[in-house]
């Protein structure tokens, strides 16, 4: 295999080998790889469902195996419309976040592959929260380091984005219903790595001892910081048969917007979460 790192704090773009092929040393190889860089991209790949769902189980047991990430319906019309809630749910991805930091356990990371993608537009953008937090200033690492604070998904897209009542969605609604909320703290240690993550995300809308209105403005105060350097900051233009593996206890992701009259179409297999590492507080 050939290796290319990104000019970047984070990732790697990974040729000459085909996933489906691996063996059980390459695997641990590629393991590796994944908690150096955050981040691995593996262009031409052409997985299908199966091959995808077998790979994603080399990180850990599956929060579940296989989502479609799609404007596209069974029967290839485009669903474009703003009151559907699929393209909600499509609007709310592309606002940064970590996944499953609204489920009482935190995913460990994600494969999504491209099976359709538009002409332009519909990039994923990652952002290294190792060199996040490492580049705050000594009074907001202090300001931050006892505080956590509560991710809802309820709030982030049914309150934001006006998802209907789920019982009469056709979007499955997944950790609408979470109660509590989990709580988890702004700054969390990575299992595996020892190194400390920025953990924030566009679920936060409460931290105890602030207002609502002061919480979410702290949220997005680090985001900004998050993002506002180049170096830590990487968005992908997908090509058909791309496959990605991401750690998302390091790194926070967002979609990018496309024509939504073009059909974009990616599957999701999504990486449990330690059960004691990735628990919100309050379930522990
Ligand atoms: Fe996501």
Known sequence: MRIEPLNKTFGAKIYELSIPLLEAEELKAIYDLWLQYCLLIFPNQNLTNEEQIK???????????LSPISNVRGDGSIRD????DIVKSLRGNMEWHHDSTYMPIQAKGAVFTAHLVPSSGGETGWVDMRSAYNDLSPSMKEKISGLS???????????????????????????????????RPLVKTHAETGEKCLTIGRHINKIPGMSDIEAQMLARELEEFACSSEERVFHHKWTEGDAVIWDNRCLMHQACMWDLSEGRIMYHSRIEGDPIEEAASNYL
């Open 149 to 183: 604070a509560y991710h809802s998904y309820e709030w982030s897209q049914k309150e934001r984005f006006g998802h209907k009542d789920p019982k009469v969605s056709e979007f499955n609604s997944y950790g609408f219903d979470i109660d509590p909320k989990p709580l």
């Open 81 to 84: 419309a703003n009151d559907d």
């Open 55 to 65: 790979f994603a189980k080399n990180f850990g047991n599956l929060e579940f195996d």
